[in-house]
């Protein structure tokens, strides 16, 4: 966009197996030689020893939004209620995750509940497993694990007079606790220190031992002719129309509408408005965010018609309170809407950028066209990186990677030496990284489709890993192997049809006070 002012609106542990339900994307990691650190070393050696921290805290408040109820169901797990009440788990878990967690959002409110909620799941799941086995704590094991704890300590030794000074229910509470967590912590310890096979080491071994290293170029929407984007342009105004606007940002409708009557009422100006409310980054500077094209406003309105309304506000005026992906807006109109100037070289680059990511079936054959084209050329056969000079394309050079297209932890990846992220796109591709990983040294691949661009590749060599990288990932896999075990346990237990997640309509009803029609 021709401004460069601105900027997209944005607004202890029982356990200690850390679990997240649902795999989230990883953003790009910066190169490096191997993924395997010293720093992860050290990761996978205190997951494999599982401690139990015991925390004694207060009720949690629930304020007056709430339930006042000592007793909320979240779910069930294998017919077991995942239910918070007093002294339980649940309710352990949850004073924990509140001390950690200290701010007083809503978002803030849904992670300390949600985390108690999910360390209560798996813990259930472990407590089932060690029932399934027969696993009983005897007295004698529950009184060492008490004094190897140092509950009843003083100046770091058992201290009689302490102990005696305790209340019965204190005594009962700890013991019941012990007597909860030390068949989990048996069965989570025996399960991260399984030993691995010599011959499961020698093969994971093997598989990273070929790799390739690449030269790539992409061809995408920025190599589209000027003339065809400005007449793409010219055929879409209104996409392409800019606005310069001040904002902000706030949790719900109710704040909106009360900063917007003291704003119209002139009793606080827009900027003051900003600088106490508003939750986007713009907040500090008054609210000002500066000129945006109609296409990029469209994304922070739920219900993108809207954007339409912000566009015919007069120049001055506070807009509507408008429902966004986050909340709710405000916007004030610092000057009217105008037209882009489709010969300025800037905006042509954000009328590709657009097309490429949003309407990429306009580019699609002229970007296959071209690319086929480098691709048979002589030149390009000569010379790969003269070539693409020539054609006004970047060289992507990536050292040698081992074929990983199942995105495992014991092999280097794209994810770790493409720079580009062209590979890195293409790595779960099984089509494309057979042709990759199967073409004589030197080749060059026909277009490779990846997100509405195509890219050429040139094998520049193969090579083995050295001895001393497989020999370091002989000495990790052990930890390695230990943090897979676990991870592959805590997604079974998130994905079993034993689960029954009522989380969020509780936490909704119970906790926020939301009810249903």
């Given at each position: 966009m021709p401004s460069k002012e601105s900027n997209t609106p944005e607004t202890n542990n029982e356990n200690v197996v850390k679990f997240k339900p649902s795999k989230e994307k990883v953003e790009k990691s910066p190169k490096k030689n191997n993924p395997i650190t010293l720093t992860k070393v050290v990761t996978y050696v205190i997951l494999g020893?599982?401690?139990?921290?015991?925390?004694?805290?207060?009720?949690?408040?629930?304020?007056?939004?709430?339930?006042?109820?000592?007793?909320?169901?979240?779910?069930?797990?294998?017919?077991?209620?995942?239910?918070?009440?007093?002294?339980?788990?649940?309710?352990?878990?949850?004073?924990?995750q509140a001390q950690q967690n200290k701010e007083s959002s809503d978002s803030a409110a849904y992670q300390v509940w949600r985390s108690a909620f999910e360390n209560t799941v798996f813990f259930t799941a472990v407590s089932q497993m060690a029932d399934k086995l027969g696993f009983r704590v005897v007295e004698e094991t529950l009184n060492q694990a008490i004094l190897k704890a140092g509950v009843y300590n003083k100046d770091g030794k058992f201290d009689a007079e302490?102990?005696?000074?305790?209340?019965?229910?204190?005594?009962?509470?700890?013991?019941?606790?012990?007597?909860?967590?030390?068949?989990?912590?048996?069965?989570?310890?025996?399960?991260?220190?399984?030993?691995?096979?010599?011959?499961?080491?020698?093969?994971?071994?093997?598989?990273?031992?070929?790799?390739?290293?690449?030269?790539?170029?992409?061809?995408?929407?920025?190599?589209?002719?000027?003339?065809?984007?400005?007449?793409?342009?010219?055929?879409?105004?209104s996409l392409f129309t800019q606005i310069d606007i001040s904002l902000i940002s706030v949790a719900d409708e109710a704040a909106a509408n009360a900063i917007r009557e003291k704003i119209v009422?002139?009793?606080?100006?827009?900027?003051?408005?900003?600088?106490?409310?508003?939750?986007?980054?713009?907040?500090t500077d008054g609210g000002r965010a500066g000129v945006f094209y109609l296409f990029e406003l469209q994304t922070n309105?739920?219900?993108?018609?809207?954007?339409?309304?912000?566009?015919?506000?007069?120049?001055?005026?506070?807009?509507?309170?408008?429902?966004?992906?986050?909340?709710?807006?405000?916007?004030?109109?610092?000057?009217?809407?105008?037209?882009?100037?489709?010969t300025d070289k800037a905006v042509l680059a954000d009328v590709k950028s657009y097309i490429g990511t949003s309407d990429q079936g306009v580019v699609t054959a002229y970007l296959q066209e071209q690319a086929a084209a480098f691709a048979a050329s002589d030149a390009a056969v000569r010379d790969f990186s003269s070539a693409a000079e020539a054609a006004g394309l970047s060289v992507v050079s990536v050292e040698a990677t081992p074929a990983n297209i199942g995105g495992s932890n014991y092999l280097s990846s794209f994810s770790y030496t493409d720079m580009g992220g062209g590979l890195t796109a293409l790595a779960s591709d099984t089509a494309a990284m057979k042709t990759l990983y199967t073409l004589p040294v030197g080749s060059?691949?026909?277009?490779?489709?990846?997100?509405?661009?195509?890219?050429?590749?040139?094998?520049?060599?193969?090579?083995?890993?050295?001895?001393?990288?497989?020999?370091?990932?002989?000495?990790?896999?052990?930890?390695?192997?230990?943090?897979?075990?676990?991870?592959?346990?805590?997604q079974t237990v998130f994905s079993s049809s034993k689960l029954k997640d009522n989380f969020l309509t509780v936490f909704l009803s119970e906790i926020m006070g939301v009810k249903s029609n």
């Open positions: 020893l599982l401690a139990l921290v015991l925390i004694v805290g207060v009720f949690p408040s629930f304020g007056n939004r709430g339930s006042s109820a000592t007793s909320i169901v979240f779910g069930t797990y294998d017919k077991d209620p995942i239910e918070f009440s007093y002294g339980n788990y649940f309710y352990r878990q949850y004073q924990i302490t102990y005696k000074k305790a209340s019965v229910e204190y005594k009962n509470q700890i013991n019941q606790q012990y007597k909860e967590n030390i068949p989990v912590q048996t069965v989570m310890t025996d399960m991260s220190t399984i030993l691995s096979a010599t011959g499961e080491i020698d093969y994971i071994v093997s598989m990273g031992d070929s790799s390739r290293s690449f030269d790539y170029v992409v061809f995408d929407a920025r190599l589209y002719p000027d003339d065809l984007t400005a007449a793409y342009a010219q055929a879409n105004p009422a002139g009793t606080l100006s827009f900027a003051e408005a900003a600088r106490q409310n508003s939750l986007d980054t713009f907040a309105f739920t219900d993108a018609e809207q954007v339409n309304l912000l566009f015919s506000t007069a120049v001055g005026q506070v807009s509507q309170a408008f429902a966004t992906p986050a909340g709710y807006a405000l916007y004030q109109v610092e000057s009217a809407p105008t037209l882009a100037d489709f060059i691949t026909e277009p490779l489709a990846v997100e509405g661009a195509f890219l050429i590749a040139k094998v520049t060599g193969e090579s083995s890993q050295s001895e001393e990288n497989n020999e370091y990932l002989r000495m990790i896999y052990p930890y390695l192997s230990q943090d897979q075990n676990q991870q592959d346990f805590i």
